[in-house]
């Protein structure tokens, strides 16, 4: 009886503890272009702090709906402006911790051993005729933030109307970067850093960047999450996490600590 009661106190005292650092996993939600860097940095940020951070990566659309419905996010970053906009007009962040953290560029890919070349993108560009009978994979134009700037560029170049049927949308850049990969597609439209990732694509051109509004990766903690993660917003902004988004091809727009 004795050694009951015993057990039963220690079990109590322990459930009375504050949870340490080690024991605290943040949950990441992240554009799916992020993916590589962010895993090295989740990685390094473990490495430095003893706080483990899980990354759960889809498009920025996807990711603010699913904040919008009470999944359990304690920081957001968006491969766009507006998505980050949606979830702020909803409450859904934390006052005074957005930043905008990364830029990007769009590029035209094609299969590795593609005998497309190096190709000028420009006004009145003929992306239809250059794709043949085959299909061009991109991001859905209606939500997915690669799929919205590739539009963008496509109608200010002159090219969308004739683009438009041939568009095969996937769920998010990486999907459209796959498929490109697999050689289901002769073409596609990414991130320059997912080009960049993908051993068997190759960059045949480069959307001039006044031909989309610029691509900005915004970034800040959800309103409810947890203490920790304000740990990790501010290692973001560390040399350790310049040096890794750098690598990967992204721009750094705000400045590095130490």
């Not at 009886?1 to 079990?11: E, N, P, V």
């Not at 359990?72 to 909803?90: G, H, I, R």
């Not at 568009?167 to 990486?174: P, T």
Request: proline share 5%; hydrophobic share 50%; no cysteine.
């Amino acid at each position: 009886m004795l050694r009951r009661t015993a057990t039963a106190f220690l079990l109590v005292l322990l459930a009375a503890l504050p949870v340490r650092a080690q024991d605290a996993t943040l949950t990441i939600f992240a554009a799916a272009s992020m993916k590589n860097a962010l895993d090295d940095i989740n990685a390094a940020f473990t490495k430095a702090t003893n706080i483990k951070a899980a990354a759960s990566y889809a498009a920025s659309s996807a990711l603010a709906k699913q904040i919008e419905q009470g999944a359990p996010a304690d920081l957001f970053a968006s491969a766009d402006l507006e998505w980050m906009d949606y979830v702020a007009q909803k409450k859904l962040i934390k006052d005074g911790t957005r930043l905008n953290l990364l830029g990007n560029r769009l590029v035209l890919i094609a299969p590795k051993d593609s005998k497309i070349g190096n190709v000028t993108i420009g006004r009145d560009f003929d992306l239809a005729k250059l794709a043949g009978d085959g299909r061009i994979a991109i991001g859905d134009v209606r939500a997915v933030p690669a799929g919205k700037y590739a539009k963008a560029a496509l109608e200010k170049l002159g090219a969308w109307n004739a683009t438009e049927k041939k568009l095969a949308m996937a769920e998010n850049v990486r999907a459209a970067l796959l498929l490109v990969g697999r050689g289901e597609a002769p073409l596609g439209i990414v991130y320059e850093t997912d080009a960049k990732v993908e051993p068997n694509v190759k960059i045949v051109g480069r959307f001039p960047e006044n031909s989309h509004p610029p691509i900005v990766y915004p970034a800040a903690l959800t309103a409810n999450a947890k203490p920790e993660a304000a740990k990790y917003l501010a290692f973001l902004r560390t040399g350790t996490a310049l040096v890794i988004f750098e690598r990967y091809g992204f721009s750094y727009l705000v400045k590095a600590g130490p």
